[in-house]
């Protein structure tokens, strides 16, 4: 049996980490979203994972830049 260290060993949890209900219902992003639109500057996001909730700040037009260490 194969063991797995993380997202870098088998790229196909990456894409459904998102779907998992316990995240996927989270009701944080639009606190998030609210909160992005009130910065009057670039906006960084320590630890953004997936990009849960940076591409939809970023899609709202808002400056922001992301880093994770998976």
């Known amino acids: 049996m194969e063991k797995y260290a993380g997202y870098n060993d088998s790229p196909i949890f990456a894409e459904l980490y998102d779907y998992v209900p316990g995240y ?12 992005s639109q ?14 849960r909730i940076l591409i939809p700040v970023a899609q709202t037009g808002c400056r922001i830049v992301g880093i994770d260490l998976s």
């Open 38 to 51: 009130d910065c009057n500057g670039d906006i960084l996001e320590l630890g953004c994972g997936t990009g």
């Open 24 to 35: 996927k219902n989270r009701a944080d992003r639009d606190f998030y979203l609210r909160y």
